[in-house]
């Protein structure tokens, strides 16, 4: 497969679905404007007509294009739940992969995983060494799984966007698996106007349960809007 074609399967392989315009500046950066939408253009036509990706266009929106479940087998990656859009998650997914952008770009973080990476490393939760271990309310043991993950200098972390609010029990419930996690050093949590106050909320009680167990605070929050304005 061409270079191109390949460059254009690697981010998708990322996320569930990606913009026509990221593609455009994220696999053909060194061309000029109106030569990256002509290239990814004709990518994408030739990957579509080989079966390996679909379009659609969402709420009027650029379009955006996801690999398909042939296109998720042919590639090894996640397919199943990972193929495809969700409407009720899309805007939250859409800022994942801006934050995603974002911090690639940190000069402390040597290596990030979305994900879809990380389910596409090791699909059974148990032995995936980037799940999180937590206790469901029903007493049950189950896993979840972070939007990102970020390895550097300051160490292992967990970022999670939360763009609609959770049942507060549950966010405390995984904000505090984070924290006696031995595998990470903490999780992010990200915010907007309306998940503010339940985000920090649940991080206060979090950290301070953390740091009754001795282990000390973990959890961090900070607003997505000013992540993505700085």
Sequence with gaps: MKASLMRVVDLLSRFRFVPTHTIEDECF??????????????????????????????????????LTESGAKAFDVEGGRGVGIRLA??????????????????????????????RSSGPDPASNEWTIPIVRSSGKEGYAWPDLVTVGDVGVWGHEVEWSAKNKQRLRRLMIAYGRSRRY?????????????????????????????????????????????S
């Design 29 to 66: 950066p060194n061309a000029t404007s109106s030569s990256r939408r002509e290239m990814a253009r004709r990518a994408l036509v030739e990957l579509r007509e080989n079966g390996l990706i679909e379009s659609r266009l969402i709420f009027g929106r650029s379009p955006v294009h996801y």
């Design 185 to 229: 050093d903490g999780g992010i949590y990200y915010y907007t106007d309306s998940t503010r106050h339940v985000v920090e909320s649940c991080a206060t009680a979090a950290n301070e349960r953390l740091r009754d167990a001795g282990l000390g605070p973990q959890i961090i929050t900070r607003s997505i809007e000013t992540i993505e304005s």
């Design 89 to 118: 998650e899309y805007d939250h997914d859409l800022a994942v992969m801006r934050l995603y952008l974002i911090l690639r770009g940190n000069e402390r973080v040597t290596a990030i995983m979305t994900e879809r990476e990380i």
